[in-house]
């Protein structure tokens, strides 16, 4: 899966992106939050991590009982984040924390389930984010991504193709395919829908079957 994006790309885009980020991604992507916040069915004092919470469009969602830690990789949109948690006095949300989610800092087994939401196409390594949300979750946790995948349609394919060499201004790749992102990743697909506008992004609930340093 060749990286056409790197951590500096990524953090200009989401620079100026995070004023007007809630105007241009919040409602047409708030269907897909919900379903997933909604399936998660967290009880109460599990521990959520959300990789990739942005200005925290999602965090109002969670409910009272959870505890959700979000991580990002922009300051910009975190400050969004923060600002969001303390105007709704979001009790549930533990903390937010600048890291990268390819590298993430949390010892393995911490979280009851990881939530990655329209991120995956953002990272410069999907594989390596993936690996590391499965790392941080506890065996047998849920592990629930939102994204778009590249199209099997040839006409939406190529003009993914098309737009894909412009991934480092934009800030995400939008050709990424999902087979080898799922194979060898020690995820378990539980199921596999498709929400938002057209039905043009997919949900998908996994299963983490990688062991942990606490479980080997």
């Given amino acids: 899966m060749a990286a056409r994006l790197d951590t ?3 953090k200009a885009a989401y620079r100026r992106y995070a004023r007007v980020y809630d105007l241009l991604f919040g409602a047409i992507f708030q269907p897909g939050r919900r379903r997933v916040i909604r399936s998660l069915a967290c009880r109460p004092g599990e521990r ?9 469009l999602s965090l109002p969602l969670y409910p009272r009982h959870s505890r959700v830690v979000g991580i990002d990789l922009s300051r910009d949109m975190l400050e969004r984040a923060r600002e969001r948690v303390r105007r709704h006095r979001l009790e549930q949300v533990e903390a937010l924390l600048e890291m990268d989610a390819e590298r993430m800092a949390f010892a393995a087994g911490t979280f009851d389930k990881v939530v990655a939401m329209y991120v995956v196409s953002v990272v410069p390594h999907p594989e390596r984010l993936v690996a590391e949300m499965c790392r941080v979750c506890k ?7 939102v ?12 003009s993914e193709g098309m737009f894909s060499r412009f991934a480092g201004k934009m800030g995400f790749r939008p050709d990424l395919p999902l087979e080898p992102l799922l194979e060898g990743s020690g995820l378990q697909l539980v199921e596999a829908g498709r ?4 039905g043009y992004w997919r949900m998908l609930r996994c299963r983490n079957g990688c062991r942990s340093e606490l479980a080997a």
């Fill in 8 to 10: 500096a790309a990524v």
């Fill in 139 to 145: 065996p047998g946790g849920d592990i629930f991504i």
């Fill in 195 to 198: 929400t938002n506008l057209f």
């Fill in 48 to 56: 959520v991590l959300e990789v990739g919470v942005g200005t925290g």
């Fill in 147 to 158: 994204n778009h995948f590249s199209s099997s349609h040839p006409l939406l394919r190529a």
